[in-house]
T-cell receptor, first 115, second 110 residues
Framework: DTGVSQNPRHKITKRGQNVTFRCDPISEHNRLYWYRQTLGQGPEFLTYFQNEAQLEKSRLLSDRFSAERPKGSFSTLEIQRTEQGDSAMYLC?????????????FGNGTRLTVT | LAKTTQPISMDSYEGQEVNITCSHNNIATNDYITWYQQFPSQGPRFIIQGYKTKVTNEVASLFIPADRKSSTLSLPRVSLSDTAVYYCLVVPSSASKIIFGSGTRLSIRP
């Protein structure tokens, strides 16, 4: 168990640029979640996948955000035309889903700063 | 989805037992109660999970009354390293959309 890996750990970008983050879940985990967290707040749900299928997407997520999990393994989160309000920690988590009410295993996140 | 309410912050001292209570009045029959711990600049870490009565592991205990409308996370003999944010979650058995609240910021003093 190598844990959930997220890359990059930090990203600084200028407003209007596109950014992409990568998440590598624990290998046998079929569920993958993306969250966004700002200072002093709890993680905010963005979306989740069951294998390669994206099953739910938060209504708070604008159409500038897109996530993929093409082969049911790693996932990418892309933000187009970044805005300063997108500055946050982006967290990825994976789990076995319904099996034994498997808990979430989180990575240490990608911190995005939009200048 | 069941909403949770927990204190915004708590303070305690090293060696004390700390109890953090969470209310979840509209918990559904098949929902589980799960607690996570988060340190600065890290992702949340699973602590404990339960459905009813009492669950204990090497880190904490979780007490859930019969009506399941609340739960209490108990941390025995805390140390400075237990300073963190603690989140109480109600998780549907489908483990679909899992929602975090604002958590309880626990500060441990020497």
């Amino acid at each position: 168990d190598t844990g959930v890996s997220q890359n990059p750990r930090h990203k600084i970008t200028k407003r209007g640029q596109n950014v992409t983050f990568r998440c590598d879940p624990i290998s046998e985990h079929n569920r993958l979640y993306w969250y966004r967290q700002t200072l002093g707040q709890g993680p905010e749900f963005l979306t989740y996948f069951q294998n390669e299928a994206q099953l739910e997407k938060s209504r708070l997520l604008s159409d500038r955000f897109s996530a993929e999990r093409p082969k049911g393994s790693f996932s990418t989160l892309e933000i187009q035309r970044t805005e300063q309000g997108d500055s946050a920690m982006y967290l990825c988590a994976s789990s076995l889903g319904q099996i034994n009410n498997s808990p979430l295993h989180f990575g240490n996140g990608t911190r995005l700063t939009v200048t | 989805l069941a909403k949770t309410t927990q204190p915004i912050s708590m303070d305690s001292y090293e060696g004390q037992e700390v109890n953090i209570t969470c209310s979840h009045n509209n918990i559904a029959t098949n929902d589980y109660i799960t607690w996570y711990q988060q340190f600065p600049s890290q992702g949340p870490r699973f602590i404990i999970q339960g459905y009813k009565t009492k669950v204990t592991n090497e880190v904490a205990s979780l007490f859930i009354p019969a009506d399941r409308k609340s739960s209490t996370l108990s941390l025995p003999r805390v140390s400075l390293s237990d300073t963190a944010v603690y989140y109480c979650l109600v998780v549907p058995s489908s483990a679909s959309k899992i929602i975090f609240g604002s958590g309880t910021r626990l500060s441990i003093r020497p």
